[in-house]
Protein backbone atom coordinates (compact mmCIF):
# COMPACT_ATOMS: atom_id res chain seq x y z
CA UNK A 1 0.00 0.00 0.00
CA UNK A 2 1.11 3.88 -0.79
CA UNK A 3 -0.02 6.92 1.01
CA UNK A 4 -0.04 9.49 -1.30
CA UNK A 5 2.18 11.74 -0.37
CA UNK A 6 1.47 14.95 1.50
CA UNK A 7 0.84 17.79 -0.45
CA UNK A 8 -0.30 16.31 -2.74
CA UNK A 9 -3.59 14.00 -1.36
CA UNK A 10 -2.67 13.99 2.56
CA UNK A 11 -5.94 16.28 3.14
CA UNK A 12 -8.94 14.86 1.31
CA UNK A 13 -11.07 18.02 1.73
CA UNK A 14 -11.93 19.11 -2.14
CA UNK A 15 -8.99 16.72 -3.32
CA UNK A 16 -9.37 16.32 -7.13
CA UNK A 17 -8.58 13.07 -9.58
CA UNK A 18 -8.25 13.21 -13.30
CA UNK A 19 -8.92 9.73 -14.72
CA UNK A 20 -7.45 9.21 -18.66
CA UNK A 21 -7.66 6.74 -21.47
CA UNK A 22 -5.61 7.20 -24.16
CA UNK A 23 -4.37 4.63 -26.92
CA UNK A 24 -0.70 6.39 -26.91
CA UNK A 25 2.17 5.78 -29.52
CA UNK A 26 5.60 6.71 -29.38
CA UNK A 27 7.27 9.42 -30.84
CA UNK A 28 10.64 11.03 -30.92
CA UNK A 29 11.12 13.14 -27.83
CA UNK A 30 10.65 16.73 -28.27
CA UNK A 31 12.96 19.54 -25.93
CA UNK A 32 10.60 20.96 -24.29
CA UNK A 33 9.82 17.07 -22.74
CA UNK A 34 11.45 15.47 -19.90
CA UNK A 35 14.23 13.59 -19.86
CA UNK A 36 13.70 10.02 -19.87
CA UNK A 37 15.06 7.78 -17.88
CA UNK A 38 17.08 5.32 -19.85
CA UNK A 39 20.23 2.98 -18.97
CA UNK A 40 21.02 2.61 -22.70
CA UNK A 41 21.52 3.83 -26.06
CA UNK A 42 18.19 3.67 -28.48
CA UNK A 43 20.23 0.27 -30.58
CA UNK A 44 20.45 0.92 -34.27
CA UNK A 45 19.43 -1.61 -37.39
CA UNK A 46 21.97 -3.13 -39.16
CA UNK A 47 22.06 -0.02 -41.84
CA UNK A 48 22.33 2.53 -39.69
CA UNK A 49 18.56 3.89 -39.45
CA UNK A 50 17.06 4.44 -36.59
CA UNK A 51 14.58 2.15 -35.46
CA UNK A 52 10.64 2.72 -37.00
CA UNK A 53 8.59 4.82 -34.66
CA UNK A 54 4.80 5.41 -34.83
CA UNK A 55 3.16 8.66 -35.94
CA UNK A 56 1.60 10.75 -33.35
CA UNK A 57 -1.74 12.55 -33.87
CA UNK A 58 -1.12 16.06 -32.57
CA UNK A 59 -4.00 16.66 -30.55
CA UNK A 60 -3.75 14.25 -28.04
CA UNK A 61 -1.52 16.20 -25.71
CA UNK A 62 -3.24 19.27 -25.44
CA UNK A 63 -6.25 18.61 -23.88
CA UNK A 64 -4.43 16.39 -21.37
CA UNK A 65 -2.43 19.63 -20.95
CA UNK A 66 -4.81 22.33 -20.19
CA UNK A 67 -6.73 19.73 -18.03
CA UNK A 68 -3.95 19.64 -15.95
CA UNK A 69 -3.87 23.24 -15.84
CA UNK A 70 -7.38 24.07 -15.48
CA UNK A 71 -7.82 21.02 -12.49
CA UNK A 72 -4.90 20.99 -10.46
CA UNK A 73 -5.50 17.49 -9.46
CA UNK A 74 -3.97 15.41 -7.31
CA UNK A 75 -3.61 12.22 -8.83
CA UNK A 76 -3.82 10.98 -12.36
CA UNK A 77 -5.05 7.79 -13.13
CA UNK A 78 -4.42 5.94 -16.16
CA UNK A 79 -7.20 3.15 -17.05
CA UNK A 80 -5.37 0.97 -19.02
CA UNK A 81 -4.52 1.10 -23.03
CA UNK A 82 -2.28 3.39 -22.35
CA UNK A 83 -0.15 1.55 -25.25
CA UNK A 84 -1.15 1.25 -28.77
CA UNK A 85 -0.06 -2.14 -28.94
CA UNK A 86 -1.30 -3.50 -32.26
CA UNK A 87 0.12 -0.42 -34.16
CA UNK A 88 2.82 -1.34 -37.08
CA UNK A 89 5.81 0.03 -34.85
CA UNK A 90 5.66 -3.56 -32.81
CA UNK A 91 4.84 -5.34 -35.87
CA UNK A 92 8.02 -7.64 -34.89
CA UNK A 93 7.24 -7.94 -31.29
CA UNK A 94 3.33 -8.32 -31.69
CA UNK A 95 1.50 -10.45 -29.10
CA UNK A 96 -2.01 -11.10 -30.48
CA UNK A 97 -2.47 -12.61 -26.98
CA UNK A 98 -0.51 -13.55 -24.08
CA UNK A 99 2.15 -16.76 -24.17
CA UNK A 100 2.73 -16.84 -28.12
CA UNK A 101 5.60 -15.78 -29.83
CA UNK A 102 6.53 -12.02 -30.72
CA UNK A 103 5.65 -11.28 -34.02
CA UNK A 104 4.13 -14.34 -35.64
CA UNK A 105 0.43 -13.73 -35.53
CA UNK A 106 0.19 -9.92 -36.65
CA UNK A 107 -3.41 -9.55 -37.36
CA UNK A 108 -4.17 -8.67 -40.86
CA UNK A 109 -5.18 -5.20 -40.69
CA UNK A 110 -1.65 -4.28 -38.70
CA UNK A 111 -0.17 -5.55 -42.17
CA UNK A 112 -2.24 -3.53 -44.08
CA UNK A 113 -1.35 -0.31 -41.79
CA UNK A 114 2.22 -1.17 -41.72
CA UNK A 115 2.53 -1.49 -45.78
CA UNK A 116 0.71 1.73 -45.75
CA UNK A 117 3.31 3.84 -43.63
CA UNK A 118 6.12 1.80 -45.68
CA UNK A 119 7.20 -0.49 -42.26
CA UNK A 120 8.81 -4.06 -42.86
CA UNK A 121 8.72 -6.72 -41.22
CA UNK A 122 12.73 -7.15 -39.73
CA UNK A 123 14.57 -10.22 -40.38
CA UNK A 124 15.12 -12.23 -37.79
CA UNK A 125 17.57 -15.08 -36.26
CA UNK A 126 15.63 -18.06 -35.18
CA UNK A 127 17.54 -18.76 -32.50
CA UNK A 128 17.94 -16.36 -29.79
CA UNK A 129 21.35 -15.29 -28.81
CA UNK A 130 21.07 -15.33 -25.50
CA UNK A 131 19.66 -18.15 -24.94
CA UNK A 132 22.66 -19.82 -26.66
CA UNK A 133 25.03 -17.88 -24.59
CA UNK A 134 23.45 -20.06 -21.47
CA UNK A 135 25.69 -22.73 -19.97
CA UNK A 136 24.31 -25.96 -20.46
CA UNK A 137 24.84 -26.85 -17.10
CA UNK A 138 20.98 -28.07 -16.36
CA UNK A 139 20.09 -24.99 -15.38
CA UNK A 140 18.17 -24.31 -18.18
CA UNK A 141 15.86 -26.37 -19.33
CA UNK A 142 15.43 -25.23 -22.77
CA UNK A 143 19.52 -25.25 -23.47
CA UNK A 144 20.00 -28.72 -24.67
CA UNK A 145 17.11 -27.93 -28.11
CA UNK A 146 18.65 -24.77 -28.10
CA UNK A 147 21.57 -25.60 -28.52
CA UNK A 148 20.34 -28.49 -30.99
CA UNK A 149 18.93 -25.36 -33.31
CA UNK A 150 21.83 -23.80 -33.33
CA UNK A 151 22.32 -24.58 -36.62
CA UNK A 152 18.88 -22.90 -38.17
CA UNK A 153 20.68 -19.45 -36.94
CA UNK A 154 20.78 -18.53 -40.19
CA UNK A 155 17.56 -18.71 -41.44
CA UNK A 156 15.19 -15.42 -41.74
CA UNK A 157 12.00 -16.08 -39.72
CA UNK A 158 10.46 -12.98 -42.01
CA UNK A 159 12.60 -13.64 -45.08
CA UNK A 160 9.56 -13.26 -47.71
CA UNK A 161 8.82 -9.32 -46.14
CA UNK A 162 12.29 -8.23 -45.33
CA UNK A 163 14.70 -6.65 -47.82
CA UNK A 164 17.24 -9.13 -49.27
CA UNK A 165 20.30 -7.10 -48.11
CA UNK A 166 18.79 -6.57 -44.36
CA UNK A 167 21.13 -8.20 -41.83
CA UNK A 168 18.87 -10.35 -39.33
CA UNK A 169 18.40 -9.72 -35.69
CA UNK A 170 17.71 -11.47 -32.97
CA UNK A 171 14.85 -11.44 -30.46
CA UNK A 172 16.31 -9.86 -27.95
CA UNK A 173 17.47 -7.31 -29.90
CA UNK A 174 14.17 -6.29 -31.28
CA UNK A 175 12.56 -6.83 -27.55
CA UNK A 176 15.22 -3.93 -26.74
CA UNK A 177 14.15 -1.58 -28.96
CA UNK A 178 10.45 -2.46 -28.54
CA UNK A 179 11.05 -1.38 -24.69
CA UNK A 180 13.28 1.82 -25.45
CA UNK A 181 9.55 2.64 -27.52
CA UNK A 182 7.58 1.82 -24.70
CA UNK A 183 9.91 4.21 -22.25
CA UNK A 184 9.55 6.90 -25.10
CA UNK A 185 5.44 6.00 -25.01
CA UNK A 186 5.58 6.99 -21.18
CA UNK A 187 7.68 10.27 -21.72
CA UNK A 188 5.57 11.38 -24.17
CA UNK A 189 2.02 11.23 -22.38
CA UNK A 190 3.61 11.53 -18.72
CA UNK A 191 5.11 14.37 -20.18
CA UNK A 192 2.17 17.22 -18.55
CA UNK A 193 2.07 15.10 -15.20
CA UNK A 194 5.85 15.34 -14.86
CA UNK A 195 6.01 19.11 -15.51
CA UNK A 196 3.25 19.51 -12.90
CA UNK A 197 4.72 17.02 -10.39
CA UNK A 198 1.26 15.63 -9.84
CA UNK A 199 1.25 11.77 -8.78
CA UNK A 200 0.18 9.26 -10.96
CA UNK A 201 -1.23 5.55 -11.14
CA UNK A 202 -1.86 3.46 -14.04
CA UNK A 203 -3.57 0.21 -14.47
CA UNK A 204 -3.73 -2.11 -17.47
CA UNK A 205 -5.97 -2.53 -20.61
CA UNK A 206 -6.07 -5.32 -23.36
CA UNK A 207 -3.89 -3.55 -25.83
CA UNK A 208 -0.59 -2.49 -24.09
CA UNK A 209 0.76 -6.25 -23.73
CA UNK A 210 0.29 -6.47 -27.46
CA UNK A 211 3.55 -3.96 -28.01
CA UNK A 212 4.99 -7.79 -26.72
CA UNK A 213 6.52 -6.23 -23.18
CA UNK A 214 3.76 -7.48 -20.95
CA UNK A 215 2.55 -5.57 -17.46
CA UNK A 216 5.13 -6.79 -15.30
CA UNK A 217 8.46 -4.94 -16.93
CA UNK A 218 5.82 -2.34 -17.96
CA UNK A 219 5.38 -2.03 -14.37
CA UNK A 220 9.02 -1.29 -14.20
CA UNK A 221 9.28 1.30 -16.40
CA UNK A 222 6.58 3.58 -14.64
CA UNK A 223 8.25 3.48 -11.97
CA UNK A 224 11.00 5.16 -13.97
CA UNK A 225 9.25 8.50 -13.81
CA UNK A 226 8.97 10.57 -11.09
CA UNK A 227 5.50 10.73 -9.27
CA UNK A 228 4.66 7.18 -10.18
CA UNK A 229 2.34 5.40 -7.35
CA UNK A 230 2.51 1.56 -8.67
CA UNK A 231 3.89 -0.41 -5.96
CA UNK A 232 6.77 -2.88 -6.42
CA UNK A 233 4.84 -5.35 -3.79
CA UNK A 234 1.09 -4.99 -5.83
CA UNK A 235 -0.70 -8.53 -6.28
CA UNK A 236 -0.35 -7.96 -9.62
CA UNK A 237 1.09 -5.53 -12.06
CA UNK A 238 -2.62 -3.20 -12.64
CA UNK A 239 -3.91 -4.13 -8.85
CA UNK A 240 -2.64 -1.74 -6.02
CA UNK A 241 -4.44 0.32 -3.52
CA UNK A 242 -3.82 3.94 -2.76
CA UNK A 243 -5.02 5.04 1.13
CA UNK A 244 -5.42 8.52 1.91
CA UNK A 245 -4.71 9.83 4.88
CA UNK A 246 -7.11 12.15 7.26
CA UNK A 247 -6.30 15.40 6.92
CA UNK A 248 -5.86 15.77 10.91
CA UNK A 249 -3.18 14.03 11.22
CA UNK A 250 -4.25 11.36 12.86
CA UNK A 251 -2.74 8.68 10.33
CA UNK A 252 -7.00 7.24 9.70
CA UNK A 253 -7.43 6.14 6.38
CA UNK A 254 -10.43 8.62 5.16
CA UNK A 255 -10.46 7.24 1.24
CA UNK A 256 -8.87 4.46 -0.73
CA UNK A 257 -8.24 4.85 -5.09
CA UNK A 258 -8.42 1.18 -5.95
CA UNK A 259 -6.47 0.09 -9.09
CA UNK A 260 -7.50 -3.26 -10.80
CA UNK A 261 -6.07 -5.28 -13.49
CA UNK A 262 -9.19 -6.22 -15.24
CA UNK A 263 -7.39 -8.86 -17.61
CA UNK A 264 -7.31 -8.84 -21.56
CA UNK A 265 -8.71 -11.52 -23.59
CA UNK A 266 -10.35 -14.46 -22.68
CA UNK A 267 -8.47 -17.85 -21.88
CA UNK A 268 -5.43 -18.94 -23.21
CA UNK A 269 -5.86 -20.38 -26.67
CA UNK A 270 -2.68 -22.26 -26.31
CA UNK A 271 -3.84 -23.83 -23.64
CA UNK A 272 -6.72 -25.24 -24.61
CA UNK A 273 -7.36 -24.79 -28.61
CA UNK A 274 -10.67 -26.35 -28.28
CA UNK A 275 -12.25 -24.17 -25.70
CA UNK A 276 -11.72 -21.05 -27.90
CA UNK A 277 -12.24 -22.50 -31.67
CA UNK A 278 -12.63 -18.68 -33.00
CA UNK A 279 -9.34 -17.87 -31.95
CA UNK A 280 -7.93 -20.88 -33.82
CA UNK A 281 -9.91 -20.58 -37.27
CA UNK A 282 -9.06 -16.65 -37.41
CA UNK A 283 -6.08 -15.85 -35.09
CA UNK A 284 -5.41 -12.69 -37.92
CA UNK A 285 -9.31 -11.21 -38.01
CA UNK A 286 -9.78 -7.24 -37.78
CA UNK A 287 -11.51 -7.84 -33.98
CA UNK A 288 -8.94 -8.73 -31.49
CA UNK A 289 -11.28 -10.10 -29.83
CA UNK A 290 -12.42 -11.96 -32.61
CA UNK A 291 -15.41 -14.03 -31.15
CA UNK A 292 -14.10 -15.54 -27.73
CA UNK A 293 -14.70 -12.28 -25.97
CA UNK A 294 -12.93 -10.49 -23.39
CA UNK A 295 -10.79 -11.24 -20.00
CA UNK A 296 -12.04 -10.56 -16.41
CA UNK A 297 -9.87 -9.52 -13.11
CA UNK A 298 -7.75 -12.91 -12.10
CA UNK A 299 -9.47 -14.81 -9.05
CA UNK A 300 -6.67 -13.47 -6.71
CA UNK A 301 -8.01 -9.73 -7.95
CA UNK A 302 -11.29 -10.37 -6.91
CA UNK A 303 -10.36 -11.81 -3.51
CA UNK A 304 -7.76 -8.99 -3.18
CA UNK A 305 -11.10 -6.01 -3.27
CA UNK A 306 -12.28 -7.91 0.06
CA UNK A 307 -8.79 -8.25 2.04
CA UNK A 308 -7.79 -5.29 1.10
CA UNK A 309 -10.53 -3.44 2.62
CA UNK A 310 -9.65 -5.78 6.06
CA UNK A 311 -6.23 -4.47 5.74
CA UNK A 312 -7.60 -1.01 5.51
CA UNK A 313 -9.93 -1.26 8.75
CA UNK A 314 -7.08 -3.15 10.76
CA UNK A 315 -5.20 -0.08 9.94
CA UNK A 316 -7.97 2.24 11.33
CA UNK A 317 -8.42 0.12 13.97
CA UNK A 318 -12.13 -0.22 14.00
CA UNK A 319 -12.20 -2.78 11.57
CA UNK A 320 -14.86 -0.67 8.93
CA UNK A 321 -13.90 -0.71 5.39
CA UNK A 322 -12.81 2.71 4.32
CA UNK A 323 -15.20 4.73 1.63
CA UNK A 324 -13.08 3.60 -1.49
CA UNK A 325 -13.23 3.73 -5.70
CA UNK A 326 -12.12 1.09 -8.14
CA UNK A 327 -10.66 1.91 -11.65
CA UNK A 328 -9.91 -0.79 -14.28
CA UNK A 329 -9.94 -1.25 -18.02
CA UNK A 330 -12.83 -3.60 -19.08
CA UNK A 331 -16.22 -3.10 -17.04
CA UNK A 332 -18.47 -5.93 -15.76
CA UNK A 333 -21.70 -7.22 -17.23
CA UNK A 334 -23.51 -4.83 -14.68
CA UNK A 335 -22.94 -1.69 -16.61
CA UNK A 336 -26.08 -2.82 -19.02
CA UNK A 337 -27.75 -2.83 -15.98
CA UNK A 338 -27.13 0.84 -16.63
CA UNK A 339 -29.08 0.58 -19.42
CA UNK A 340 -32.95 0.06 -20.64
CA UNK A 341 -33.77 -2.28 -23.61
CA UNK A 342 -35.99 -0.71 -26.17
CA UNK A 343 -37.30 -1.69 -29.78
CA UNK A 344 -34.84 -1.90 -32.49
CA UNK A 345 -36.08 1.06 -34.53
CA UNK A 346 -35.80 3.36 -31.55
CA UNK A 347 -33.41 6.22 -32.67
CA UNK A 348 -29.89 6.42 -31.47
CA UNK A 349 -30.60 3.03 -30.07
CA UNK A 350 -27.29 1.04 -29.36
CA UNK A 351 -27.35 -3.08 -29.85
CA UNK A 352 -25.64 -5.10 -27.41
CA UNK A 353 -22.57 -6.96 -28.28
CA UNK A 354 -21.82 -10.65 -27.85
CA UNK A 355 -24.41 -12.15 -25.14
CA UNK A 356 -26.26 -9.32 -25.30
CA UNK A 357 -26.24 -8.85 -29.54
CA UNK A 358 -29.71 -8.93 -30.66
CA UNK A 359 -30.92 -6.22 -27.72
CA UNK A 360 -30.96 -2.83 -28.23
CA UNK A 361 -30.55 -0.33 -25.44
CA UNK A 362 -30.53 3.40 -24.23
CA UNK A 363 -29.48 4.77 -21.48
CA UNK A 364 -31.85 4.93 -18.30
CA UNK A 365 -32.32 8.38 -16.85
CA UNK A 366 -33.54 7.31 -14.26
CA UNK A 367 -30.39 6.08 -12.65
CA UNK A 368 -27.86 7.67 -14.65
CA UNK A 369 -26.69 11.16 -13.65
CA UNK A 370 -27.09 14.44 -16.44
CA UNK A 371 -24.55 14.55 -19.01
CA UNK A 372 -24.49 10.61 -19.28
CA UNK A 373 -23.28 9.76 -22.83
CA UNK A 374 -23.83 5.94 -24.29
CA UNK A 375 -22.03 5.86 -27.78
CA UNK A 376 -21.22 2.23 -28.49
CA UNK A 377 -22.21 -1.41 -27.02
CA UNK A 378 -20.45 -2.41 -23.81
CA UNK A 379 -17.64 -4.55 -24.38
CA UNK A 380 -17.69 -7.02 -21.56
CA UNK A 381 -16.23 -10.07 -21.10
CA UNK A 382 -18.37 -13.12 -21.89
CA UNK A 383 -18.37 -14.81 -18.46
CA UNK A 384 -19.18 -12.89 -14.81
CA UNK A 385 -16.63 -13.54 -12.22
CA UNK A 386 -18.51 -11.87 -9.56
CA UNK A 387 -16.96 -8.75 -9.12
CA UNK A 388 -19.68 -6.19 -8.47
CA UNK A 389 -20.93 -8.84 -6.35
CA UNK A 390 -17.31 -8.52 -4.35
CA UNK A 391 -17.59 -4.66 -4.00
CA UNK A 392 -20.76 -5.06 -2.34
CA UNK A 393 -20.05 -7.92 0.10
CA UNK A 394 -16.50 -6.43 0.89
CA UNK A 395 -18.41 -2.59 1.43
CA UNK A 396 -17.20 0.68 1.38
CA UNK A 397 -17.01 0.85 -2.23
CA UNK A 398 -18.96 3.60 -3.64
CA UNK A 399 -18.14 3.43 -7.57
CA UNK A 400 -16.01 1.40 -10.25
CA UNK A 401 -15.32 3.23 -13.24
CA UNK A 402 -13.64 1.85 -16.49
CA UNK A 403 -12.29 2.86 -20.19
CA UNK A 404 -12.10 0.84 -22.97
CA UNK A 405 -15.20 1.32 -24.41
CA UNK A 406 -14.24 5.03 -26.29
CA UNK A 407 -17.79 6.30 -27.12
CA UNK A 408 -19.28 5.93 -23.80
CA UNK A 409 -19.39 8.56 -20.87
CA UNK A 410 -22.19 7.32 -18.51
CA UNK A 411 -22.65 7.57 -14.79
CA UNK A 412 -25.36 5.27 -13.09
CA UNK A 413 -26.10 4.38 -10.05
CA UNK A 414 -27.04 0.51 -9.69
CA UNK A 415 -26.61 -3.01 -7.69
CA UNK A 416 -25.66 -0.24 -4.60
CA UNK A 417 -22.54 0.94 -6.21
CA UNK A 418 -21.71 4.07 -9.51
CA UNK A 419 -21.05 2.28 -12.32
CA UNK A 420 -18.89 4.67 -14.72
CA UNK A 421 -16.96 5.53 -18.00
CA UNK A 422 -13.61 7.77 -18.71
CA UNK A 423 -13.85 7.83 -22.61
CA UNK A 424 -10.92 8.12 -24.98
CA UNK A 425 -8.91 11.36 -24.78
CA UNK A 426 -6.37 9.71 -27.33
CA UNK A 427 -6.48 10.59 -31.13
CA UNK A 428 -4.78 7.47 -32.23
CA UNK A 429 -8.00 5.45 -31.86
CA UNK A 430 -11.52 5.38 -32.77
CA UNK A 431 -13.87 7.44 -30.69
CA UNK A 432 -16.63 9.97 -30.29
CA UNK A 433 -16.77 13.45 -32.25
CA UNK A 434 -13.42 15.57 -31.08
CA UNK A 435 -15.87 18.22 -29.04
CA UNK A 436 -16.60 15.09 -26.61
CA UNK A 437 -13.61 13.58 -26.26
CA UNK A 438 -11.13 14.30 -22.96
CA UNK A 439 -10.81 13.61 -19.26
CA UNK A 440 -12.74 12.88 -16.67
CA UNK A 441 -12.70 14.58 -13.69
CA UNK A 442 -13.14 13.58 -9.88
CA UNK A 443 -13.62 16.01 -6.64
CA UNK A 444 -13.82 14.54 -3.34
CA UNK A 445 -14.50 15.79 0.14
CA UNK A 446 -13.42 14.20 3.53
CA UNK A 447 -16.55 14.24 5.04
CA UNK A 448 -18.54 12.12 2.62
CA UNK A 449 -16.04 10.80 -0.41
CA UNK A 450 -18.68 9.09 -2.06
CA UNK A 451 -20.61 12.45 -2.59
CA UNK A 452 -18.14 12.86 -5.20
CA UNK A 453 -18.63 15.18 -7.94
CA UNK A 454 -17.58 14.43 -11.35
CA UNK A 455 -17.65 15.95 -14.91
CA UNK A 456 -15.78 15.67 -18.23
CA UNK A 457 -13.05 18.04 -19.32
CA UNK A 458 -13.58 17.69 -22.92
CA UNK A 459 -11.62 18.81 -26.43
CA UNK A 460 -14.48 21.16 -26.85
CA UNK A 461 -14.16 22.90 -23.53
CA UNK A 462 -10.25 22.66 -23.13
CA UNK A 463 -9.12 23.25 -26.72
CA UNK A 464 -11.89 23.78 -29.24
CA UNK A 465 -14.93 22.24 -31.31
CA UNK A 466 -12.54 20.35 -33.92
CA UNK A 467 -9.66 18.99 -34.17
CA UNK A 468 -6.69 19.07 -36.87
CA UNK A 469 -8.09 16.46 -38.94
CA UNK A 470 -11.65 15.79 -38.92
CA UNK A 471 -11.80 13.77 -41.34
CA UNK A 472 -10.08 11.13 -39.40
CA UNK A 473 -12.15 12.01 -36.63
CA UNK A 474 -15.23 11.65 -38.53
CA UNK A 475 -14.19 8.10 -40.08
CA UNK A 476 -13.44 6.86 -36.62
CA UNK A 477 -17.28 7.76 -35.14
CA UNK A 478 -18.82 6.35 -38.00
CA UNK A 479 -16.70 3.29 -39.08
CA UNK A 480 -18.73 0.12 -40.09
CA UNK A 481 -17.04 -2.74 -38.52
CA UNK A 482 -20.17 -5.29 -38.64
CA UNK A 483 -23.79 -6.03 -39.13
CA UNK A 484 -23.97 -4.73 -35.68
CA UNK A 485 -22.46 -1.39 -36.20
CA UNK A 486 -23.99 -0.88 -39.88
CA UNK A 487 -27.65 -1.26 -37.81
CA UNK A 488 -26.23 1.54 -34.79
CA UNK A 489 -25.31 4.10 -37.74
CA UNK A 490 -28.85 3.78 -39.38
CA UNK A 491 -30.35 4.45 -36.02
CA UNK A 492 -28.39 7.74 -35.57
CA UNK A 493 -30.91 9.81 -37.40
CA UNK A 494 -28.31 12.53 -38.89
CA UNK A 495 -27.00 9.56 -40.84
CA UNK A 496 -30.27 7.76 -41.38
CA UNK A 497 -31.35 11.41 -42.56
CA UNK A 498 -28.23 11.86 -45.14
CA UNK A 499 -28.72 8.18 -46.09
CA UNK A 500 -32.60 8.45 -46.99
CA UNK A 501 -31.86 11.56 -48.89
CA UNK A 502 -29.28 10.22 -50.91
CA UNK A 503 -31.59 7.45 -51.81
CA UNK A 504 -34.50 10.05 -52.40
CA UNK A 505 -32.03 11.69 -55.65
CA UNK A 506 -31.26 9.12 -56.40
CA UNK A 507 -34.42 7.35 -56.96
CA UNK A 508 -35.67 10.76 -58.26
CA UNK A 509 -32.98 11.05 -61.19
CA UNK A 510 -34.34 6.92 -62.14
CA UNK A 511 -37.28 8.65 -62.58
CA UNK A 512 -36.20 11.32 -64.77
CA UNK A 513 -34.51 9.65 -67.13
CA UNK A 514 -37.06 6.97 -67.60
CA UNK A 515 -39.22 9.70 -68.46
CA UNK A 516 -37.41 11.61 -70.60
CA UNK A 517 -36.30 7.77 -72.51
CA UNK A 518 -40.31 8.05 -73.25
Known amino acids: M ?19 KQHYVPRLVRHDEPAIPRRRQLPRAADGRHPRR ?45 GEEP ?51 STLVYSTT ?47 FQCGILADEQDGIYREFPGCLNPVDSPEPGTFALPIEASDGSGRVAMSVMMVNSGDYAGKPEENDAQYPAYVVNPRGLDLADSDGYGTPSPEAIDWLG ?18 IAFQHIPPQEFYDCLKEVPAWTPNAVEGARTHAGHCYVLNHEICRPGSRLGEAIGCADENVG ?55 FEFHESNPAGYVTRMLT ?55 LVKKR
Open 162 to 208: SDPQDVPTTLDELMDETRDKVRRTFAGFLGPVIEAEVPFAATYGNHD
Open 459 to 513: WGDLVGRYSSNEVRVWFEDHCVTGAISMRNELRRPQVFAVLAGAMSLGFMAVIRS
Open 2 to 20: IQLPCGAAGNVKDRRVCCA
Open 307 to 324: AVQSELGERNGDGKPVPA
Open 54 to 98: PQRAPDTLPPFREAICKADPDLVVFTGDQIRGYDPAYIDTFLRRR
Open 103 to 153: GARVRAVTEVEAKLRGIKRRARDRVNNRLLAMKSDGSNPDAQQTASTASTM
Open 387 to 441: EVDALREAGGYFALFCGHDHKNAFVGHTHGIDLGYAPTCGFECYGPKSRYRGIRL
